[in-house]
């Protein structure tokens, strides 16, 4: 396989993962929230939480850069039992008072959905405040409840605690002599959800979903990013083909795929990673080309990071003279940041 690693993680760190000064633009958000709700709740005379919980793709850290700032920020807000109405709506609605009563100026009134209060940002972010309660049985064992539909026992810590220990158990170690860094799992649910991304007209599955395909189905490498996400990417896809059926990893008596259109994005999830699969036949091939290459996993992901290293190597070879020393001189030039390293194929 033509060797992009280096390329690849280039991707990874410049438009994939969420730089620093975002993270904490996401956390201000997410505090501030929290500080509104108990602000809030207080100036209602009801009692605050006993504590929050980070769920979602900001704390498993597996959030993507978003064009349009599309961000979904998930913190599960944990009352005791009592603090709260007995009715799951009712409760909700208590936290959607506590959040306006507190104050602030929103894109759109914040909204009591059937799993979370929502908190729309016009920046494009949005903050989501799944309700909880907490209570103990005659055992004394500690019993959580989430205010969906109904009240349904689930520990918001599950999903997070489980994908961490995936991500450790999984990925290759340099302590073990791996010369990639730590957490390639993680990476490659990443740059999946990237794929997933890269056209919106696809409507493919959200990150929780391709978490679990990844967790069932990666295929780690001890020396290159793109090797593994090639070999998950084509594991997924055959997984998929006898059976689209994803169950909760903490629960397995829970499907994720428990609707209609979580079961139809799944299956165009498994169409689409075949159509990457096709795109990527010419990096397979011993007699591959650097241009080839690029061209592949831009089709792949539609980014101009990928498009930029196309056209940088046709301006090349388009090149009309050579100096008489032999240096190459460009009408215009790629973006120079972006060096092509030496390649070999991978098993040769």
């Not at 609605?93 to 306006?100: I, T």
């Not at 998950?232 to 209609?260: C, F, G, H, Y």
Request: aromatic share 10%; glycine share 6%; hydrophobic share 35%.
């Amino acid at each position: 396989m033509y060797d992009l690693h280096n390329e690849m993680c280039t991707f990874y760190d410049r438009h994939v993962r969420l730089g620093d000064t975002e993270k904490k633009k996401l956390r201000g958000y997410r505090d501030a929230n929290i500080d509104r709700l108990e602000t809030g709740l207080k100036k209602l005379g009801y009692k605050v939480p006993i504590c929050t919980v980070g769920q979602g793709s900001y704390s498993m850290h597996t959030m993507v850069q978003h064009p349009d700032n599309d961000y979904d920020i998930d913190n599960a807000v944990v009352f005791d039992k009592d603090d709260l109405p007995s009715a799951p709506l009712d409760a909700r609605k208590r936290v959607l008072a506590g959040v306006k009563e507190g104050g602030g100026n929103f894109k759109q009134p914040p909204e009591a959905r059937t799993n979370a209060v929502t908190v729309w940002y016009a920046g494009g972010y949005h903050i989501d405040l799944p309700v909880y309660r907490r209570f103990f049985d005659m055992f004394g064992n500690e019993i959580i409840e989430h205010a969906g539909c109904e009240w349904t026992r689930r520990d918001p810590a599950e999903i997070n605690d489980w994908f961490k220990e995936q991500v450790a158990a999984q990925s290759p170690s340099p302590d073990n002599g791996a010369s990639v860094e730590k957490g390639q799992m993680r990476r490659i649910v990443q740059l999946l959800k990237m794929f997933a991304r890269s056209r919106a007209s696809w409507a493919l599955p959200g990150g929780l979903l391709i978490s679990v395909l990844v967790s069932e189905r990666y295929q780690s490498d001890c020396d290159r990013d793109d090797v593994a996400l090639y070999n998950t990417m084509t594991a997924i896809r055959s997984r998929l083909q006898w059976n689209t059926e994803i169950l909760n990893p903490v629960d397995l008596s829970l499907k994720l795929t428990d609707t209609t259109e979580h079961v139809n994005e799944v299956i165009r999830f498994k169409e689409k990673l075949g159509k990457a699969l096709d795109w990527l036949e010419p990096v397979m091939k011993h007699d591959c080309e650097e241009l080839d290459a690029y061209k592949s996993w831009n089709q792949v992901f539609q980014h101009d990071y990928w498009s930029e290293l196309v056209s940088g190597v046709e301006m090349q070879q388009a090149a009309k003279y050579v100096s008489s020393t032999g240096t190459l001189y460009l009408g215009s030039s790629a973006d120079t940041s972006i060096q092509s390293p030496s390649h070999r194929f991978y098993g040769d």
